[in-house]
């Protein structure tokens, strides 16, 4: 071909090549700045000395120090750790029991895979709000059963200090399990047929067959749904805000909940950069060596 | 058809050109969250009474969330370099952003209408940066309001509102063992800041709510009377009932207006619920101020932000000596149910709660008895506010000693300054 040929189709080439990645980067782009560039300014404002609006002088751990001697940030900590691990494993339980049982190609599957699904389409404000008056004391179920007539009945965690995080819990795990359920159906519906009836041939029972030959099949369902399940749980911010209000005093509060009090209603965004930055860590601490493990695991 | 479209639009970016020739008498452009029944109405006569005198008003309502979201778009903007010529902003906040260098003064307005002179002198501070004037009080509340049921307090032999605390405490032992719930409380964090600081006035007196509270002396807050005070909030969170957890306020007031509950212990908006509700002053239900021959004031205020431009910087000027008219503080006072911040205006117009109010205002100042609220941030800047409402809430939501919870805000007040 004649010199002006070549560069040109050199060119297109080169395109065709790359035109994935070229369509993909403005998004990515995009990503880089506003999530990993924020992510940066927040970590810079955590070590200056912001209040109402941010500062640019570093004052080094100053904010650090401030943030772990407030017992709140104690309180909110145990109850992040304490609703995730709750509601994952609530979540896990209760949507692998209900997807189990709802392969056993029963009659009014869809019906009832729609029923369970539903509470998923409400938001979390909706969810927390009807829980409130169902937990409430004096409108809800203490109050029901009271009239039913056993008058010593109570059930009033949701004012009890100690046990109002676990509220949350019921109501997230109520949301959520739904949701976890569907993810499990689907990888149950994909598991191969052949080895289920070989499983049977070899006598294996029912339970035997679901709990050392099914659910391992289905791991990568497990890696997905805990993803997901723990990005819920850590951001879980407008539960809290509908139920409990943060809770009788601040008993409820969650690092979500700490953080924007401290950014926008008590003009310390010093603090609360920290904080998120504290979150931050110990969402790292945990999600990546799980997913490593479970990353390489699945290439062996 | 070209030619028709050309005539719609020039006709279009004339319409747009014209509005900006019509500045008369100072443009301003309002943020506030004042968005919601009487409130809304209120801020509509301030509105109406700018415009009326030529003026453009550009209104930015951002409701919710008790100004949280106002205040983050307040950020934004002035980050932006763009911020609203007024904002709905008041006490230590004020000094919070004059300290960053946002604000203007409007210390020449002040100067010839003679503020110093009408305002009473607690709340010309907050109003002021450096001593220049660079915010408008537009009303002055009272917090430390006793509401109660007279129909209820007549089921246990009771006739007027308690003068003191052990008063109080032991009428509501009578109507405890009545069965009727004594105190009506919604539990948020700002209500039992309320209700904290309304105790302290009454057991401490107004020098020790203003050492203690007010200043941050630590003496103060680690003393005997400070212990005496969360004793007192120990007694009355179990004068509360059992779903006061997240109530809200109005609701609360609706227990007292129902006669579920006796008393209430709240600002003077409660009285705005009692008045809309069709209740008497005096037959349905009784206003009288809380123990402690104190006052404690919660004040709304305009700030003026760092604007420029001619129009813009009149605009401010006339609004700020707008909000400072007897005439409009009288009709924007009576949409909203507080009374004026001016103590010179007649409040022949007002019900007797108000008029009450404006009788223990003058004797409190008299006195040296007129404190700011700190739980409607009046008193401390917000970080420190911060603080008290964590303990306040945590000692009244779980079963914290006395002593333990004075360590504990002591260590908070220490942490924060």
Known sequence: MTNGGTPRVAFERFVERWLP??????????????????????????????????????????????LWSTPRWYVALQNLFVFTGLFIAGCLAIGMLLAILLDQRIRAEGVIRTIYLYPMALSFIVTGTAWKWILNPTLGIEKFVQELGFPDFSFDWLIDPHMAIYTVVIAGVWQSSGYVMA????????????????????????????ASIVLPIIRPVFLSSVIVLAHIAIKSYDLVVALTGGGPGY??????????????QRSELGVAAASAVMMLVTVMAIIVPYLYSELRGGRK | MNKISLFLSAAAISAFALPSAAFADGTVEVLHWWTSGGEAKAVGELKK???????TWIDSPIAGGGGDAAMTALRARVVAGN????????????????????????????????????????????????????????????????????????????????????????VADKLKAAGITPLAHGGQPWQDATVFEVVALGIGGPEFYHKAIHQLDQASLTSDTMIKVFDQLRKLRGYVDEGFSGRDWNLATAMVMNGE?????????????????GKVPGKDFLCAPAPGNGYI???????FFKVAGEDNLKGQKVLASLIMSPGFQETFNLAKGSIPARTDVSLDKFDDCAKKSHEDLTAAIAANALEPSMAHEMAVPRTVRGE?????????????SSADAVQALASAIQRVQ
Not at chain 1, 36 to 62: E, H, Q, R
Request: proline share 5%.
């Open chain 1, 21 to 66: 990645q070229i369509v993909v980067s403005p998004l990515f782009a995009a990503s880089l700045f506003f999530v990993y560039g924020f992510i940066a300014w927040t970590v810079y404002i955590s070590f200056t000395k912001s209040g109402v609006m941010p500062n640019y002088s570093l004052v080094g751990l100053l904010q650090y120090e401030r």
């Open chain 2, 49 to 55: 009474s700018f415009e009326a005198q030529g003026g």
């Open chain 2, 261 to 277: 509950a006796a008393f209430q212990i709240m600002g003077d908006w409660a009285k705005g619920e009692f008045l809309a509700a």
């Open chain 1, 183 to 210: 993810l499990f159906l689907a990888g149950l519906r994909s598991v191969d047929d052949e080895i289920i009836r070989a499983a049977a041939i070899d006598g294996a029972g029912p339970v035997r067959t679901y």
């Open chain 2, 297 to 303: 004031l919660n004040s709304d205020s305009f700030t």
């Open chain 1, 251 to 264: 008993a409820t509060d969650v690092p979500a909940t700490f953080m924007y009090s401290f950014a926008f």
């Open chain 2, 83 to 170: 911020p609203p010529t007024a904002v709905q902003l008041k006490g230590p906040g004020i000094q919070e952003w004059a300290i960053e260098g946002s604000l203007n003064d409007v210390d020449d307005v002040a100067k010839a209408e003679n503020w110093d002179s009408v305002l009473p002198p607690v709340l010309a501070e907050i109003m002021k940066y450096e001593g220049k004037y660079v915010a408008a009080p537009v009303n002055i509340h009272r917090v430390d309001w006793i509401w109660a049921n007279p129909a209820v307090l007549a089921k246990v032999g009771v006739t007027e509102v308690p003068k003191t605390w052990d008063e109080f405490n032991a």
């Open chain 2, 388 to 400: 008290f409402l964590d303990v306040v809430t945590n000692f009244f939501n779980s079963d914290q």
